[in-house]
């Protein structure tokens, strides 16, 4: 009997792409140049791109056809309108900025929104963020609950935050102290992780209690929306539309990559309520984006998010997404590879501290495990660990986080359940004989997001 525990895909495919697959040899030497560095690798010498899930998603035809009919007029774009009225009804906020992408939302927000030496509490801190939080003063504060940082305790909503911590930050801090509190729905650098209805309820009553405000990085809503629907009491006969509306109920705003849960290339958006502190962002975008009504955007993006948000909420759409991926964690699980547990939205996360337990975290293991990972297979992953972290902005050191992880980020509707079986047969392969892979120095360090660019050498 075929098992049907894992959804076929909810399309049939109407334009491919060919990937082809260079040899041994020559991607030994593509790793070389590339200092070690995914983020440095050609894309045409890639196999199976798993570096990330932004903007590499997969437009259905309606988006094409939505792309032929966007409004590209400087001002007052028809698109811009079908924008805002789309992320109205499926977000319920009052106000929406386009911007290019999500790290242009979180610029106008940090800019607005933070006064320097304020606090910035998140559940667990995101590169670009926590970057514009810093570069407008402000002090990151993890709040995220004690068992995210941690591989191997399963929990259902491992991406909550810790209401204590929260209680106990406004108690020393005061709350005139306090920005606002950043929720990430889901949490991408605890390997996808979802946050319950229950917890933001939750926290809307404590910020409500003390006056403060809740924005969401919203980049995986949708994600985050499936996991409540199958795991949280009272959910499941809700649709995944009611549920994403009835986070936002509990938030003042939210900062959105459209490159995510969106379904599109590129583009992004803030949402608010405030009439206030939508007046400044109006004044901000046009420095750093352009006119209000499209921000950074094409108008033919903009049609194409529209019509990707409605396709985002469609139940076998996300259902897929999110079973696609935990087959290949299932798999990997079921040979030993050490992962984060659960197995989150968007992809799987090798945990690079115990797959190469014979290095040390100074020796880069996630960043060396990615590396090898694609010298023996042409499989591009990412390292998420002490490289991401960067350094601490005040004393220099480097930030030595608990996850230490390869990230295998699944983009959405470009890959088969074949290819995930190529993917699962290369990170056994390479588990097997893990004591082969050497760790790693830099060669170069940039300043900021330092991830992106760094180069290293093998030790
Ligand atoms: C990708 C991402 C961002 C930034 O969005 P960009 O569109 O890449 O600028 C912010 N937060 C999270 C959690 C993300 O994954």
Redesign the pocket.
């Known amino acids: 009997m075929l098992d049907n525990k894992y959804p076929p895909e909810p399309f049939r495919i109407k334009s491919v792409e060919p990937v082809k697959m260079i040899d041994r040899a020559a991607r030994e030497e593509v790793i070389k140049k590339a200092g070690y560095n995914t983020f440095l690798i050609d894309s045409e010498d890639v196999y199976i791109d798993l570096l ?1 899930d ?2 590499t998603n997969a437009m259905s035809d309606r988006q094409w056809a939505g792309m032929m009919i966007g409004d590209e007029a400087y001002a007052g774009s028809r698109s811009f309108h079908t924008l805002k009225e789309t992320v109205q009804e499926y977000f319920g906020f009052k106000h929406m900025i386009p911007t ?7 610029n106008i927000l940090s800019t607005i929104a933070i006064k320097p030496g304020q606090f910035v509490p998140g559940n667990m801190y ?4 926590r970057y514009h939080q810093e570069a407008n003063g402000g002090n990151f504060i993890d709040i995220v609950i004690d068992e995210a940082h941690d591989t191997q305790i399963d929990l259902p909503f491992k991406g909550n935050i810790d209401l204590n911590k929260l209680q106990n930050l406004i108690d020393k801090e005061g709350s005139e102290n306090i920005a606002y509190i950043c929720l ?1 729905v ?4 605890a390997g996808g992780q979802p946050v319950s209805m229950e917890n933001m309820r939750d926290v809307r009553k404590l910020c409500d209690k003390h006056g403060l405000k809740v924005f969401y ?1 919203a ?2 809503c949708v994600e985050n929306a499936y996991f409540i629907k199958e795991r949280e009491a009272g959910y499941a006969n809700k649709s995944i539309k009611e549920i994403v509306l009835e986070m936002f109920s509990y938030a003042d705003g939210a ?1 959105m ?4 849960d969106c379904i599109v290339n ?3 958006f803030l949402c608010m309520n405030d009439d206030e502190l939508f007046m400044q962002a109006k004044e901000l975008v046009v420095v750093f984006e352009g006119m209000p009504s499209y921000g950074g955007m094409a108008g033919r993006d903009m049609e194409a998010m529209a019509i990707g948000i409605k396709e985002s909420v469609q139940e076998e759409y996300i259902e897929h997404r999110i079973k696609q991926v935990r087959y290949l964690g299932d798999n990997l699980l079921a040979a030993g590879v050490p992962i984060m547990e659960p197995i989150g939205g968007h992809g799987v996360y090798l945990d690079a501290k115990r797959f190469c337990s014979h290095l040390t975290q100074e020796q880069f293991p996630a960043q060396a495990l990615a590396a090898n990972l694609y010298v023996e297979s042409g499989v591009r992953a990412m390292e998420r660990g002490i490289i991401s972290a960067g350094r601490n902005k005040d004393t220099g050191e480097n930030h030595a986080p608990k996850l230490e992880l390869v990230r295998l980020t699944i983009p959405r509707r470009v890959y088969t359940y074949a290819h995930m079986d190529v993917v699962a047969k290369a990170v056994i392969a390479l588990h097997e004989k893990k004591e082969s892979i050497k760790g790693l120095r830099f060669v170069y360090e940039p300043k900021m997001l330092r991830f992106f660019n760094a180069r290293f050498e093998e030790i």
Do not use: C, M, P, W
């Open positions: 990330t932004s903007g290019h992408q999500g790290r242009g939302a979180e995101f590169t670009t963020t990430a889901t949490v991408n650098l990085d980049t995986r900062t990559s459209g490159k995510k590129i583009g992004g």
